[in-house]
């Protein structure tokens, strides 16, 4: 299966899919290859499809399969399709997606890396490239899981497997998904048991993975500041909404209080999502040499 595995993997990487625009479509391709090549889903092509996300600006789709076993009990796998863009890459942009390409690249010194990273990539034990974490490898696993289940007799129990697209911006997959759900769940009698997603993960070994219990959820508040426009020369008749955003953000940036248990994690708002801390922030001040009189 670890083969397979891989195989799986390197096909989806290759597939550009970055995450707010049309191209995360192509995955809906990469899965429709999926259905025809495994037999079980050419003979059954009933217990596979794309279901279109009501409304979306893009028509994306969401690619899902059903493994049909015995009993209504149900495991309900999910992962995501898309991904950010390749831009912190720089020049290796145009490999980022080919991982044996980007490794020779690498190896070559056609970028800079920190002492760890050269380490790691001179030790063959990892994989370098743009998805295979997050999370075309948690999709190539579920992928296999399911082929695997597909040749078993007798199976006992379903498996629903959903490639959501929008993970990285506004969960229109996961949103759209829940529509899914339902219908799959009237259609085939089904009984959901529980949901696993296969999002990278830390792990102080390979033998030892770490289990998330589930997410709450996000919440996105959005603050909004309207100043009041005033001439440069009478600057205190009007209002600056730069000065009070800076204080709400003080007051709010890894603030303990917004903490539901102390476990919980907290992450700094920022516009749209983006994966990291801000790399850079540029502020201007206009400054005025007067004398008081």
């Not at 550009?16 to 191209?23: H, M, S």
């Not at 831009?87 to 002492?115: C, H, S």
């Not at 990285?168 to 259609?187: D, I, Q, W, Y």
Request: charged share 25%; hydrophobic share 40%; with cysteine.
């Amino acid at each position: 299966m670890k083969d397979r595995i891989e195989e799986l993997m390197l096909r989806f990487v290759a597939v550009k899919t970055d995450t707010g625009t049309a191209e995360e479509r192509n995955a809906e391709a990469f899965y429709a290859d999926w259905f025809e090549e495994v037999p079980y889903f050419r003979e059954h092509k009933e217990y596979c499809g794309f279901f279109p996300i009501p409304g979306d600006h893009l028509n994306r789709r969401i690619p899902w399969c059903l493994v049909k076993g015995r009993g209504d009990f149900t495991v309900v796998l999910i992962h995501h399709s898309d991904c950010v863009t390749p831009d912190d890459y720089g020049i290796l942009e145009e490999v980022a997606l080919l991982p044996w390409e980007l490794e020779m690249a690498l190896k070559e010194g056609k970028r800079e890396l920190p002492g760890h990273v050269k380490e790691d990539l001179l030790s063959g034990e990892w994989i370098f490239g743009l998805g295979p974490c997050d999370m075309k490898g948690g999709a190539a696993v579920q992928m296999a899981l399911v082929e695997k289940y597909c040749r078993e007799e007798d199976f006992q129990g379903n498996v629903v497997l959903m490639s959501l697209p929008d993970e990285e911006n506004l969960s229109a997959g996961m949103r759209g998904g829940v529509l899914l759900l339902e219908e799959l769940k009237s259609k085939y009698s089904l009984d959901y048991g529980l949901m696993l997603n296969s999002e990278p993960h830390g792990r102080t070994d390979h033998l030892h993975p770490v289990v998330y219990e589930g997410s709450i959820g996000k919440l996105m508040p959005v603050v909004y500041v309207r100043g009041k426009l005033a001439h440069a020369a009478q600057v205190f008749q009007g209002f600056n909404p730069i000065a009070l955003l800076a204080e709400v953000i003080s007051l709010t940036e890894l603030e303990k209080d917004f903490l539901e248990r102390p476990r919980d994690l907290l992450h700094h708002l920022l516009p749209g999502y983006i994966q990291k801390t801000p790399k850079r922030f540029m502020m201007c001040h206009c400054l005025y040499p007067l004398v008081a009189v």
